[in-house]
């Protein structure tokens, strides 16, 4: 019987030191692909993974940073963690439930009690059905928050990212999808980092 290895304890990456850093700056992977070892052990903090996530878009910039200046927490109220857990129970046999994306379109759609009133009908065993919304009369609120899930749903991430460059959503919708987009890349541990 052999030795066991041990482990290397993880340490924290700066962007200068990675192979995968570009010349002028910026990852040239999808993300940073430090950061999935990082979120897990809560070894970065909100700031510095939405930071090192977006860098590379240069017109995102300036409202990453307030957002991450402004960020108090994942939650947007009081409610939106118990109709987190309520849409995951009514999702308990969907096999895909439990992948980032999925979690991330969950957390978009279970943010609001307007819009979680709107979706019920999506969740079910079988899985999201996202046609079956009630969207009229919809506030513009819970209409950008259903659209930026309904991206994220379909793989369409850099699509809603292009989208948001423009100011056409406000700081509270922004923030959510920010966090959206870091949950669908590096799963539901997002939710616990420090700001």
Same mark, same amino acid.
């Given at each position: 019987?052999?030795?066991?290895? &041990? +482990?290397?304890? @993880?340490?924290? *990456?700066?962007?200068?030191?990675?192979?995968? $850093?570009? $010349?002028?700056?910026?990852?040239?992977? /999808?993300?940073?692909?430090?950061?999935?070892? %990082?979120?897990?052990?809560?070894?970065?903090?909100?700031?510095?993974?939405?930071? &090192?996530?977006?860098?590379?878009? &240069?017109?995102?910039?300036?409202?990453?940073? %307030? =957002?991450?200046?402004?960020? +108090?927490?994942?939650?947007?109220?009081?409610?939106?963690?118990?109709?987190?857990?309520?849409?995951?129970?009514?999702t308990r046999c969907f096999t895909e439930k439990d992948t980032p994306r999925c979690h991330a379109v969950?957390?978009? @759609?279970?943010?609001?009690? /307007?819009?979680?009133?709107?979706? !019920?009908?999506?969740?079910?065993?079988?899985? !999201?059905?996202?046609?079956? =919304?009630?969207?009229?009369?919809?506030?513009?609120?819970?209409?950008?928050?259903?659209?930026?899930?309904?991206? *994220?749903?379909? #793989?369409? +991430?850099?699509?809603?990212? #292009?989208? @948001?460059?423009?100011? /056409?959503?406000?700081?509270?919708?922004? %923030?959510l999808i920010l966090t959206a987009l870091l949950v669908s890349q590096y799963g539901p541990d997002v !939710?616990?980092?420090?700001?």
């Open positions: 019987m052999g030795r066991k290895k &041990k +482990e290397q304890p @993880l340490v924290k *990456i700066d962007c200068e030191d990675c192979a995968d $850093r570009r $010349r002028h700056g910026g990852c040239s992977k /999808d993300g940073c692909p430090w950061l999935k070892c %990082q979120i897990p052990l809560g070894s970065v903090t909100y700031g510095e993974a939405v930071t &090192k996530h977006f860098f590379r878009f &240069k017109e995102l910039r300036p409202r990453v940073n %307030q =957002a991450v200046k402004k960020y +108090e927490g994942p939650w947007a109220n009081v409610g939106h963690l118990p109709r987190l857990q309520t849409a995951k129970k009514m969950m957390y978009l @759609l279970t943010s609001s009690f /307007d819009l979680f009133s709107r979706i !019920l009908g999506c969740f079910n065993e079988d899985g !999201l059905h996202l046609n079956r =919304a009630r969207l009229r009369d919809i506030p513009p609120h819970s209409k950008a928050l259903f659209n930026a899930a309904c991206e *994220i749903y379909s #793989g369409n +991430e850099l699509g809603l990212i #292009g989208k @948001l460059g423009s100011r /056409d959503t406000d700081d509270a919708t922004f %923030q !939710l616990s980092l420090a700001p």
